[in-house]
């Protein structure tokens, strides 16, 4: 651990990608402390149902108190040791008082020890995201509020298609961020679940007292008990894998927005704050720096899942040789990585402007085409769907050609005199038009916002 | 279509990894049939709200009429075009009744009707799988409790660790299903949610009435109704194949416990049926078979799965440019692989013979070794923990270079006799002394299941 | 396979994102043609080193002979057996002269024939995609030579960065073509490696005449021939899966370019022929069809590689229980989609033009601040680097913000004037000033694709 | 980095998961160090063009000197900056003298430096990988050579098919690794390639000396020049990521065989040295924890190559905002895994005793069975292959039902007695009897090594 300090993936974290205060809760000491923790509430649950004595449960606390184990120590002898947990009670077990030493780990396998921790540490990092997401979702109400009628065009394949709001685009976002903090929500309770079964998920130790012990356990933990342990049973970490895969969906589609609309040429978003700069380029001042770490944290933390994903099935028997080891490493990275993501797009979006006439400007440079449905729409009352669509196909040829308004190109036009008048057509054409809607969708959002932010706070306290 | 009738990936149901009858629900001609029923559906929503006539409707509803369509031109015409939709519109047009036309997909963009045609199929699907991962928890709570006390080792590692029972592993197996048709259920309304936006999300040709317009298409439909649209943000999709991985991981976990456990020299379980034989050798006759194909299958599906999750957050703008195109492929396929890998997982685990006096057998060859914890606590009273475990390692060397019996090698120690009698070695040594615990175990998991079972059938109906 | 032929993935073929071509020679049906092949070349050889009679290898060879198989009825019990040699040995024997039944699939094993005749189908299938990125390179040559000198502002992060050409794009695509080709040429005679072994890879009953036997079926099948069976070892299909990545990661690269390039804002390229328009908007002319389908076709394939990557590992002892049959689907499929994204992208790029001055005009509508770069060098060599990127920052800021070109801002500053004439300015904001090497790296490119295609044309013949 | 020193992802080290001294050289300090010799190799390589003084590049190199940068500052500037480069280049224009500060990364652009830092630090890492793979290989040839007649059933499926050697299994282990070592010499001058291209690739600062000063550079750093920038085609990446692939899939595969083959009820191996044991069960002794590290590596391995993989294409224009800054992690990362499963599967390998008499016994369990196919062959020559066949299916029931050996049973049946004496019996019922073509597979792949040893010794020095 000592030389792991210059580790190699610290560019993670030097490089902004990972989240500082997510790193922290879920590095290898915290890690250590944690199971300690489980150590002790195991101790004191068995002491509660007198599997051991209560002098021997705070023998045991006192061993396991923060601060009393050489982590370098641990760390050079975890690494050719099957688990940590090995030589963490060979630590405890020389300074714990001597009648706790027997009932020190009692019935517990170093599995139960290293899950149940892990699964501390998946709180923390859960909360810290889930708290991120909230104030993201909450930024994003407001911007969808605030840009309700900012016009910008639609675009489908890149091209421009019908006008929209960028208020529109916000609840968009706001929405997608909701539904993720709804899933947190469900799964937190079916993912932090106490893993305690002993040697090979038996709970032999205990007679008749294992799932009592259970239950135990968990309430000194304040989490979960299960109906059995999950030891080779990894479909809640694989629930988990999805939980996280759809917040970094969500952070990367997000983000491909705001690098999509800070594009030069679009333009209508920009980034404010540090933004990087150029060592080459005195003119580059708008990179979206942060949109741009928040997708490459997603990107791998998407990396880290596919690991989780490809594990969850290859639990050979009550314990596997790799795929659950490979969860130490890939599960507290893919949260670090998540959390990375989504703190970095907060960054984003709270220091986003968007460039109020931009979008209407983007919007008459290819000279009101995209308000073609609409005109179609209006002319096909008189005309039918078929003639009017053709029609309108020729008028947006002439305003692209001849690079005149279409609304212009339109009024000019004898077919279309026959039936819409020079206002009518005015109508058809303006932007606006095909907006009524929008208004009641935002609030639709928000209002989706408000109660979930109501009910996942009371769930994560 | 024609051609594609000898397609290449029709080695999928070919080689039994799919789920024939879920590819039936998903397969292309199907696909065309629900897009019809989604613009009839859209048709007669439109009437009620008087947007556009009755008699519209039901024009545009005898159009879309199956079996009226050509699917080999539809399939020719769509293979170049940006869209199936288009083609089937032109021929829509041609059936049609003429006044039907103009109202005909009124407002409506190609991905509207895809994508609800395809949460249509995801329906189906989900109520496939879903029913089949319920017959096989049924038939893992009855395995489980036939075998509370069928003796196996359990094995971490790979190596002998302690007794367990056979029905014990089938709870867990049972367990994990159940805890996937939680998830099943709980997903469901969120994904199975209608997309109806127009161009790019405004419903802008609705004037005022978008939304209540998306209200009465979800009650056609028997969808839920979003609060807007989700055209670009797909983390429903995501959600969805979190979902799906949830459940590859249990099959492929399940089994592979099935092929680990039939291994010719652990021979636990047994299989039954066609079990493929062999082309060379006479003698092979217990080839796991069913279980292999559902891991194939698993696999298979993980693929298309990790392309809705790569695919997720990279949808530009209003629509995607291959993103989005990409889940018309990937996900009918990652459903008909995962139900072929849940199918198959049935049929293995239906045909499976628990082979009863196995698991003792291979418990006996160890010497009994597998008892050392329990003899080891057993010890530790007296002793402490300390010198318990060395007094059981040596005994156990013993037990296993001289092939005695664990127990025998105990009784008739000078250390262990000062402190335990004969009965007292004999009682820490039997293997089922360790297994109180696991009737309850088993009984939580199976009650779970049953409340879940009449939860989810309401559901599902 | 009948029924099949409504299968779910026809989709695949129906929406493009196949090859056609591919597909039919990597079919069900071919895939039994292949297997025959297989069953007949391995008796040639057998009676060429006298293991059997020239009679029974001729009797085979007529059972062997395309047509004479029922595909449907062997399609159906495949379904249920172990493996699809079994039904197809099954009749053979019956159609089979008795004396050459003894000598059929003599000493061989499913998987002997299975793997054979699928490396045939991934010759068939890499012969037909390196012909189609041949045919992409030769035409981006083409667009490198002409466009050499096209403007259009280079962009990182989506910020206009400094002036390129677009023939320097066609370049880049070109040079990364010629890679992939490379590593194909590499890698086929590595990968197109028959396997033989028998039972458990010890060619037993061949007494020992094993490895001949196995150098005169490749010689038979025009394949390599290994130094030892791989029925376990497959990193060869892993090695081939990283050439089928590095393939789709280029398609996907310039399919990206030309999505990105054909936006309305960018416009620096348009797509032509049949472009999908819109269901709903007539002005939608210019959707990058092809290219969409080529990048939905690249992440399809990325699914079915990733299965290839995951499996290859997982091969337990002498043939796997699941991690190789999945090889069945994921195989094929992977080479259809690959083979369809790379012909997509070949359509695109045929079909694209590129809008001569729309770069350029990109390039004014930023007032030339992407030549700030060359600006600050020029000022340097006086000022120093520091002094003069500052200056420029400040020239940059006036010209954005008084939208007036970069060259008149600093032609009217006193700080340039002191260290350079209007015609140095002048000349240091010339888009073109900094491009003088572009015309030798493109010419470096395609000289390197000229060696290659000479090259590669010889091995693939 | 301070912080970070405590990261979370140190537990891959303290796990063992990871190569130590790969982390090493691929730490964020070492990184620095190469970004430093970059620049001073840029600066060289100028000077020696004329482009700078060679007094300016004696100043850079100065400022570039090991040990004189603040790395904790460096990380702390960059986490917030768009790149490392950025706040390095200013805490060395604090240190170069006055006039080499202009021609400090003259023409460079942040890319260029950290993608060919990158780039160097991959080799080191390659070299590393590759010398470990050679002394497992050598290993295994030594295995391979010592084992040819060590007697173990083969498995398909997990089920006992025909008796193979010990020795063909380390000969098929020896295979793949030569054929891993065969791919990193060929794609060590593609990948090992400079990047250098100024801003946005176009070497425009350099006038018409662009190509060669790229030249000098790779002759200064010993990599290769490539033909033009690569910074938006990450291929390269892509081909790299494809070739670890191949590594820990080969790494995985082997370490599964470990694992099997110790299993309990198989027991053909058992691993040596510190084997990790349990916390709770005195008798474990025998885990194979090296093999377990080995395989949990290789997947997350496999994590970081799929960030690799699933991020080459999406590289947007001249510069990615995001798809490239993910390779900032993953590829060390990707790169400190790999060679981690690489060293623990070493270490696993060379601690590896193979039981001697354990396969014979696992064959005599049951009752020699495994020679069915033999005798099948045997008595066909008479009977016709389909009467032999059923023959011998009757006779093995016999023997497994009877728990009699099949040479016994089958001498004692009259049909068999008809066509085959005693003699012939037992010689078609001996395990060796089918294992004449052994020892010519493997000393193929020995002699293979043997060339490719030598081949690449000198490749890599």
Known sequence: VADASHGWDDGLLAAGFGSQSVAERLSWPVRVERMLEVEAALARAQARLGIITEAQAEGIARACAPGRIDVARLAEE?????????PLLAQLRETAPEDAVTALHHGATSQDIIATASILQVRDALTAIDLELGSLAERCSALADEHRATLLPGRTLKQQAVPITFGLVAARWLGALVRRREQVAWSRPRVLTVQLGGAAGTLGVYRD???ALVSELARELDLAAPDLPWHAERDRVVELAGVLSGIVTVVAKIARDVVDLSATEVGEVRVTGPSGGSSAMPH????????M???AA???AAGELSVLFGAGGEHEHERAAGAWQAEWVALPSALVRTAGSVERLGTAVRGLQVV???GAAN????????TSEALAAALGASLGRGAAQALVGDLVVVALTERRPLVEVAQADERVAEVLTHDEVAAAGDPRASLSNVSAMIDAARTHHLDVAGTVDEVTR
């Open 363 to 370: 919007l008459a440079s290819t000279f009101g085409v995209t």
């Open 78 to 86: 975890a690494a050719t040791a099957a688990s940590p947990v090995i």
């Open 284 to 291: 580059k001042r708008g990179n979206p720096t942060d949109a």
């Open 356 to 358: 109020a006439d931009r």
């Open 293 to 295: 770490a928040a997708r």
């Open 209 to 211: 007292q294992g799932r």
């Open 298 to 300: 997603a990107r791998l």
